[in-house]
Structures are given as C-alpha cells and as structure tokens.
T-cell receptor
Framework: GQSLEQPSEVTAVEGAIVQINCTYQ??????LSWYQQHDGGAPTFLSY????GLEETGRFSSFLSRSDSYGYLLLQELQMKDSASYFC???????????FGQGTELSVKP | GAGVSQTPSNKVTEKGKYVELRCDPI?????LYWYRQSLGQGPEFLIY????????DSGLPNDRFFAVRPEGSVSTLKIQRTERGDSAVYLC??????????????FGEGSRLTVL
C-alpha cells in the first residue's frame, strides 16, 4: 500500500516563512506534487518534484529527497491569502493517478 | 470553457436513490480523474480514464459506483442506491496526458452530494 504523512495544522504570521513537511511510503515512487485548496474551492497545483532537490516558483519552493522518502513545501513572505489547506500527493510507476495526503491547514495571522 | 466544469454543483438526494454527476474536462485533455473528498480529508482517488477507457478503477468503493466516458471527453459518475456514507464532494480533474511526468491535475469546483 501507500501512505503519506503531513502535519494537520500549521500557524504562522504574515511575512514569515513556513515549511510543510510530507513523508511517504510507497512502492514505485515516481514524483511528489503539492496542491493548495481554499475553503470550498478546487485544489490547485503548486509544484512538482520528480528529481531530488529544490524547485522554486516565486514565493513557493518544494524539495524532495528520494532516499529519505521526504519532501517539503516552503512558503516565503506569507500573506493572509495563503491561509488554505496544502496537500502533498505521490505518483507511482509513471502512472496517471495521484494519491493525496490528508492535508495541512495553514493559518496566517496578522 | 477554460476550466473543468462539473454539474450539478450541489445535489441533495434521499437514501436509496440514483445519482449522476457530470464532468466536462478542459478541451484537449485526454486524461480524466474522479476523486471524492470528505470534510477535513484529502481527495480520495476513485477512477481515471485515458481517452474512453478506464485505465484504473481501483478506487471505486463498491459496485454501486460506475463511471463512463463514452466519447473521450465528458464523463459521468453514476452512484446507485445511494447511502448516507456517500455524502462528500466529488471532484473531477483532467490533464493533457498522464499526470505522472508533471504531477499536474486541473480540478473542477466539485459536486457536493448530500444523501439524507
């Protein structure tokens, strides 16, 4: 089977940096994705790591270590609008389906 | 339209009834996925199509659930003899090809199903 673990809640202040960790256990690991979901909205794609290392997209960066079965999403210069749920998701065996974690609810305080 | 469209946005039904949920993917996207999401949980995989055929239906919980994509575009998720435990938001997503190489799915806003 497969499993993903991420913290259920994280709180940070506006302007700060926050890191959301994700550990996974799965056979045939292919890549790790990150999605953002605001209350009542659709999940939206943020970032993808197929190889070890850091991927940077504006204020968001994502990191993957295959040897540690671990990744993280880094959000910099936090804004109130970043308050949302963040999901990591794994792809296996080059296949199409993504398996999502339970999500981390990020609250950004003024 | 520019994005993934799902109808209805809300559906309230009674236990035992039959329900159909429709998904219209982004034009040109060959892969289409169905997920369901309960409050406070991550999206749970149900089934995905590559073209007209179901490439992986391992997430369908039982034989009350069925999905079709007859022309390789619009898909319908069908739920027979609904139960209260089927209440959730049903999300549809599409991608240009298999999502594996890029990890990117484009989601619709979902259909919220409530079974009374």
């Amino acid at each position: 089977g497969q499993s993903l673990e991420q913290p259920s809640e994280v709180t940070a202040v506006e302007g700060a940096i926050v890191q959301i960790n994700c550990t996974y256990q799965t056979s045939g690991f292919y890549g790790l994705s990150w999605y953002q979901q605001h209350d009542g909205g659709a999940p939206t794609f943020l970032s993808y790591n197929g190889l070890d290392g850091l991927e940077e997209t504006g204020r968001f960066s994502s990191f993957l270590s295959r040897s540690d079965s671990y990744g993280y999403l880094l959000l910099q210069e936090l804004q109130m609008k970043d308050s949302a749920s963040y999901f990591c998701a794994v792809t296996r065996n080059q296949g199409g389906k993504l398996i999502f974690g339970q999500g981390t609810e990020l609250s950004v305080k003024p | 339209g520019a994005g993934v469209s799902q109808t209805p946005s809300n559906k309230v039904t009674e236990k035992g009834k039959y329900v159909e949920l429709r998904c219209d993917p982004i034009s040109g996207h060959t892969a289409l996925y169905w997920y369901r999401q309960s409050l406070g949980q991550g999206p749970e995989f149900l089934i995905y199509f590559q073209g007209t055929g179901a490439a992986d239906d391992s997430g369908l919980p039982n034989d009350r659930f069925f999905a079709v994509r007859p022309e390789g575009s619009v898909s319908t998720l069908k739920i027979q003899r609904t139960e209260r435990g089927d209440s959730a938001v049903y999300l549809c997503a599409s991608s240009r090809g298999l999502a594996g190489p890029s990890g990117e799915l484009f989601f619709g806003e979902g259909s919220r199903l409530t079974v009374l």
